[in-house]
Protein backbone atom coordinates (compact mmCIF):
# COMPACT_ATOMS: atom_id res chain seq x y z
CA UNK A 1 0.00 0.00 0.00
CA UNK A 2 1.18 3.56 -0.69
CA UNK A 3 0.68 6.62 1.58
CA UNK A 4 1.72 10.10 -0.27
CA UNK A 5 1.81 12.84 2.09
CA UNK A 6 1.42 16.67 1.18
CA UNK A 7 3.37 18.29 3.11
CA UNK A 8 5.02 21.84 4.13
CA UNK A 9 8.28 22.28 6.03
CA UNK A 10 6.53 25.58 7.32
CA UNK A 11 3.74 23.63 8.42
CA UNK A 12 3.35 23.19 12.07
CA UNK A 13 0.12 20.61 11.77
CA UNK A 14 2.26 18.74 9.39
CA UNK A 15 5.12 18.60 11.63
CA UNK A 16 2.65 17.08 14.22
CA UNK A 17 0.80 14.99 11.70
CA UNK A 18 3.66 12.97 10.50
CA UNK A 19 4.58 12.42 14.36
CA UNK A 20 0.54 10.94 14.50
CA UNK A 21 0.43 9.20 11.40
CA UNK A 22 3.64 7.48 12.22
CA UNK A 23 2.26 6.33 15.51
CA UNK A 24 -0.31 4.67 13.71
CA UNK A 25 1.89 3.46 11.27
CA UNK A 26 4.42 1.53 13.86
CA UNK A 27 0.93 -0.44 15.18
CA UNK A 28 -0.30 -1.35 12.12
CA UNK A 29 0.12 -4.88 11.79
CA UNK A 30 0.93 -4.14 7.79
CA UNK A 31 3.39 -1.69 8.39
CA UNK A 32 6.18 -3.17 6.36
CA UNK A 33 4.30 -2.98 3.33
CA UNK A 34 3.86 0.36 3.37
CA UNK A 35 5.29 2.62 1.13
CA UNK A 36 5.68 6.74 1.87
CA UNK A 37 6.42 9.30 0.03
CA UNK A 38 6.43 13.13 0.43
CA UNK A 39 5.27 15.17 -1.96
CA UNK A 40 5.49 19.10 -2.18
CA UNK A 41 2.87 21.69 -1.08
CA UNK A 42 4.23 25.24 -0.45
CA UNK A 43 1.72 27.62 1.81
CA UNK A 44 3.33 30.82 0.87
CA UNK A 45 4.58 29.76 -2.83
CA UNK A 46 4.53 33.52 -3.57
CA UNK A 47 7.09 34.61 -1.26
CA UNK A 48 11.06 35.42 -2.63
CA UNK A 49 13.73 33.60 -1.38
CA UNK A 50 15.38 35.55 0.81
CA UNK A 51 12.66 37.38 2.71
CA UNK A 52 12.19 36.10 5.71
CA UNK A 53 9.81 37.54 8.63
CA UNK A 54 9.55 36.04 12.27
CA UNK A 55 6.26 34.04 12.61
CA UNK A 56 4.30 36.17 14.54
CA UNK A 57 4.56 38.99 12.27
CA UNK A 58 3.92 36.42 9.44
CA UNK A 59 0.28 35.39 11.55
CA UNK A 60 -0.33 39.26 12.36
CA UNK A 61 -0.45 40.33 8.82
CA UNK A 62 -2.00 37.03 6.95
CA UNK A 63 -4.90 36.42 9.50
CA UNK A 64 -5.14 39.97 11.01
CA UNK A 65 -5.12 38.41 14.90
CA UNK A 66 -2.96 40.72 17.52
CA UNK A 67 0.38 39.47 18.55
CA UNK A 68 -0.97 38.30 21.71
CA UNK A 69 -3.40 35.94 19.54
CA UNK A 70 -0.84 34.99 17.66
CA UNK A 71 1.48 33.74 20.30
CA UNK A 72 -1.61 32.11 22.18
CA UNK A 73 -1.54 29.84 19.16
CA UNK A 74 1.99 29.16 19.12
CA UNK A 75 1.57 28.05 22.65
CA UNK A 76 -1.60 25.54 22.21
CA UNK A 77 0.74 24.43 18.92
CA UNK A 78 3.94 23.58 21.33
CA UNK A 79 1.32 21.82 23.95
CA UNK A 80 0.55 19.60 21.27
CA UNK A 81 4.05 19.41 19.52
CA UNK A 82 4.65 18.01 23.28
CA UNK A 83 1.88 15.66 23.10
CA UNK A 84 3.45 13.70 20.34
CA UNK A 85 7.01 13.75 21.99
CA UNK A 86 8.35 16.88 19.62
CA UNK A 87 10.28 19.64 20.94
CA UNK A 88 8.82 22.85 19.37
CA UNK A 89 9.68 26.46 20.02
CA UNK A 90 6.96 29.19 20.69
CA UNK A 91 9.08 32.21 20.51
CA UNK A 92 11.72 33.71 18.28
CA UNK A 93 10.94 31.47 15.07
CA UNK A 94 11.13 32.78 11.37
CA UNK A 95 9.46 31.91 8.05
CA UNK A 96 10.32 32.25 4.57
CA UNK A 97 10.69 30.55 1.31
CA UNK A 98 10.30 26.80 1.43
CA UNK A 99 11.27 25.87 -2.47
CA UNK A 100 14.67 25.20 -2.39
CA UNK A 101 13.62 22.36 0.37
CA UNK A 102 10.95 21.21 -1.60
CA UNK A 103 13.38 20.07 -4.43
CA UNK A 104 16.19 18.87 -2.27
CA UNK A 105 13.38 16.39 -0.74
CA UNK A 106 13.11 15.30 -4.20
CA UNK A 107 16.52 14.71 -4.35
CA UNK A 108 16.46 12.78 -1.45
CA UNK A 109 13.68 10.52 -2.66
CA UNK A 110 16.08 9.53 -5.70
CA UNK A 111 18.44 8.41 -2.90
CA UNK A 112 15.85 6.80 -0.73
CA UNK A 113 16.17 9.14 2.24
CA UNK A 114 13.26 11.48 1.68
CA UNK A 115 11.97 10.70 5.46
CA UNK A 116 15.29 11.16 7.01
CA UNK A 117 15.92 14.89 5.30
CA UNK A 118 11.92 15.66 5.70
CA UNK A 119 12.22 15.16 10.14
CA UNK A 120 15.53 16.77 10.03
CA UNK A 121 14.24 20.14 8.11
CA UNK A 122 11.15 19.93 10.63
CA UNK A 123 13.56 19.63 13.58
CA UNK A 124 15.28 22.44 12.58
CA UNK A 125 12.73 24.73 11.93
CA UNK A 126 10.44 24.55 14.59
CA UNK A 127 12.57 22.89 17.28
CA UNK A 128 16.43 24.87 16.89
CA UNK A 129 17.47 28.06 17.78
CA UNK A 130 19.35 28.71 14.66
CA UNK A 131 17.13 29.81 11.56
CA UNK A 132 15.92 27.15 8.79
CA UNK A 133 15.57 30.65 6.11
CA UNK A 134 18.50 33.40 7.19
CA UNK A 135 21.50 31.28 7.00
CA UNK A 136 21.53 30.38 3.38
CA UNK A 137 22.53 27.83 1.54
CA UNK A 138 25.13 26.16 3.64
CA UNK A 139 22.80 25.64 6.76
CA UNK A 140 20.49 23.35 3.95
CA UNK A 141 23.74 21.55 3.10
CA UNK A 142 24.84 21.14 6.68
CA UNK A 143 20.78 19.20 7.36
CA UNK A 144 20.97 17.55 4.00
CA UNK A 145 24.21 15.76 4.91
CA UNK A 146 23.11 15.46 8.58
CA UNK A 147 20.33 13.34 6.75
CA UNK A 148 22.74 10.69 4.32
CA UNK A 149 23.00 12.90 1.06
CA UNK A 150 26.37 14.07 -0.60
CA UNK A 151 27.41 17.87 0.07
CA UNK A 152 28.61 18.41 -3.30
CA UNK A 153 24.89 17.16 -5.01
CA UNK A 154 23.10 19.43 -2.84
CA UNK A 155 24.94 22.48 -3.84
CA UNK A 156 24.76 21.51 -7.39
CA UNK A 157 20.91 21.44 -6.59
CA UNK A 158 20.49 24.60 -4.95
CA UNK A 159 22.93 26.51 -7.32
CA UNK A 160 20.33 25.25 -10.58
CA UNK A 161 16.60 26.85 -9.21
CA UNK A 162 15.91 24.82 -12.50
CA UNK A 163 16.94 21.41 -10.65
CA UNK A 164 13.74 19.34 -9.68
CA UNK A 165 11.78 22.41 -9.85
CA UNK A 166 9.24 20.88 -12.22
CA UNK A 167 8.73 17.49 -9.87
CA UNK A 168 7.69 20.40 -7.10
CA UNK A 169 5.20 22.01 -9.42
CA UNK A 170 3.53 18.74 -10.59
CA UNK A 171 3.24 17.67 -6.70
CA UNK A 172 1.15 21.14 -6.23
CA UNK A 173 -0.73 20.55 -9.58
CA UNK A 174 -1.48 17.12 -8.08
CA UNK A 175 -2.84 18.79 -5.10
CA UNK A 176 -4.97 20.72 -6.86
CA UNK A 177 -6.33 18.20 -8.57
CA UNK A 178 -6.94 15.79 -5.66
CA UNK A 179 -8.89 18.46 -4.01
CA UNK A 180 -6.07 19.43 -1.69
CA UNK A 181 -6.19 23.23 -0.61
CA UNK A 182 -4.30 22.36 2.84
CA UNK A 183 -1.89 20.27 4.60
CA UNK A 184 -1.19 18.00 5.64
CA UNK A 185 -3.02 16.07 3.28
CA UNK A 186 -2.70 12.19 3.56
CA UNK A 187 -3.52 9.93 0.56
CA UNK A 188 -3.79 6.15 0.77
CA UNK A 189 -3.69 3.95 -2.55
CA UNK A 190 -5.14 6.75 -4.32
CA UNK A 191 -8.17 5.57 -2.65
CA UNK A 192 -8.61 7.59 0.70
CA UNK A 193 -7.90 11.31 1.86
CA UNK A 194 -7.25 12.29 5.19
CA UNK A 195 -6.79 15.82 5.54
CA UNK A 196 -4.98 17.93 8.82
CA UNK A 197 -3.19 16.52 11.60
CA UNK A 198 -5.84 13.95 12.74
CA UNK A 199 -5.43 12.00 16.23
CA UNK A 200 -3.31 8.85 15.26
CA UNK A 201 -6.76 6.70 15.80
CA UNK A 202 -8.21 8.02 12.58
CA UNK A 203 -4.90 7.37 10.99
CA UNK A 204 -5.15 3.58 12.07
CA UNK A 205 -8.90 3.40 10.85
CA UNK A 206 -7.53 4.93 7.62
CA UNK A 207 -4.66 2.46 7.35
CA UNK A 208 -6.84 -0.15 8.18
CA UNK A 209 -9.89 0.57 6.22
CA UNK A 210 -7.88 1.11 3.12
CA UNK A 211 -5.49 -1.83 3.46
CA UNK A 212 -9.35 -4.06 4.12
CA UNK A 213 -10.78 -2.47 0.63
CA UNK A 214 -7.63 -2.97 -1.32
CA UNK A 215 -9.15 -4.58 -4.93
CA UNK A 216 -8.54 -8.30 -4.92
CA UNK A 217 -6.97 -9.86 -8.13
CA UNK A 218 -10.15 -11.14 -10.46
CA UNK A 219 -9.26 -14.17 -12.61
CA UNK A 220 -10.32 -14.81 -15.78
CA UNK A 221 -10.12 -18.28 -16.40
CA UNK A 222 -11.91 -21.04 -17.95
CA UNK A 223 -9.52 -23.37 -16.40
CA UNK A 224 -8.78 -25.26 -19.84
CA UNK A 225 -5.46 -23.36 -20.07
CA UNK A 226 -2.12 -25.06 -19.44
CA UNK A 227 0.08 -23.80 -17.05
CA UNK A 228 3.73 -24.60 -15.21
CA UNK A 229 3.53 -24.29 -11.26
CA UNK A 230 5.55 -26.09 -8.28
CA UNK A 231 5.05 -28.88 -9.41
CA UNK A 232 5.75 -28.83 -13.09
CA UNK A 233 4.29 -27.74 -16.40
CA UNK A 234 0.91 -29.58 -17.94
CA UNK A 235 1.60 -31.79 -20.25
CA UNK A 236 -0.14 -31.42 -23.72
CA UNK A 237 -3.09 -35.10 -23.47
CA UNK A 238 -3.39 -34.23 -27.16
Same mark, same amino acid.
Given at each position: M?????? =????????????R??????????R? $?????????????G??????????A !???????M???Q????? *?????????????????????????? !??????????????? *?L? $?????A??? #?????????? #?R?????V???L????????????????? #?????????????A????????????????? $??? #???A???????? =????????????A?????????????
Amino acid at each position: MKVEIWS =DIACPWCYVGKARFEKALEAFPHRD $QVEVVHRSFELDPGRAKGDVQPVLA !MLTKKYGMSEAQAQAGE *ENLGAQAAAEGLDYRTRDRDHGNTFD !MHRLLHLAKEHGRQD *ELI $QILYRANFA #EERSLFSEGD #ERLVELAVEAGLDADAVRTVLADPARYAD #EVRADEREAAELGANGVPFFVLDRAYGVSGA $QPA #EVFAQALTQAWG =DRSPLKLIDDGGAEACGPDGCAVPQH
